[in-house]
């Protein structure tokens, strides 16, 4: 029988894992408050009389970001265009396809928080694991950074793969990836440090930006990779179809065994 490992946090509210601005807000609606919201559809009705201990429906609402929770980066996140001019996809258009393949995990918890991973670097994984990439695998990077998860540290554990190794990726059939990081890149305020000292802009959200040469998906905040083996099982991570939208929710699975 295979085994699913759920590899997606939920999403929750007031969590301080992401910006103030990001933070999902959810409002649960009981089932008392649903008792009375159905005397609006059912008009007569009495709770505590008709309906099963009276009690009615639980409803939630949910604000949040499309990069709220375990998500699926589409291209038009990163730039209006890719691949050479060709005009970004977004969320909704991403092919099926890219979403579900052979899934390889490489783990970087050796790397310091704010390190940003080599094409060198990134090679020589794949060398130590006798791995050779196919075209539709899928890598995913555990950090370690997803035991922070729900402290405000979150933001900046974790290395980041650079543009390079982004490609080094991409060059070789991969069009999506993922880490258990809040960013795809190295954390934001070690890239700010660094840019306040040199002023060189090549190396702002640069593993992102790899997506305007070629454009690819990767997946941010996942969860449990450290359950996985390296290689040998498949990845599944269907977006949630949010028409134009640059990213979309995602229940990301792994299936080892068959």
Known sequence: MPKFIDLSIAIEPDLPSDPPMMIPKIQYCTHDEGAEQMKLFFPGIEPSKDLPNGKG????????STHSGTHLDAPWHYHPTMDGGKKALSIDEIPLEWCVGNGVKLDFRDFPDGYQVSAVEMEEAFRKLNYDLR???????????????????????????????????????????????????????????????????????EGHFAGIEKGYCHI???????????????????????????????????????
């Open 135 to 205: 075209e539709g695998d899928i890598v995913l990077i555990n950090t370690g950074a997803d035991k922070w998860w729900g402290t405000p540290e979150y933001l900046v554990k974790g290395c980041g793969m650079g543009r390079d190794a982004t490609l080094w990726l991409l060059r070789r059939g991969v069009r999506v990836v993922g880490t258990d990081a809040w960013s795809w890149d190295r954390p934001l305020p070690f890239t700010a440090e660094e840019f306040s000292k040199t002023r060189n802009a090549s190396i702002i959200w």
């Open 57 to 64: 429906w639980a409803v939630e609402f949910v604000t949040l």
């Open 220 to 258: 941010e905040k996942l969860t449990n990779l450290d359950k996985l083996p390296p290689f040998g099982f498949t990845f599944y991570c269907f977006p949630i179809k949010i028409k134009g939208a640059s990213a979309g929710w995602i229940r990301a699975v792994a299936q080892v065994g068959e």
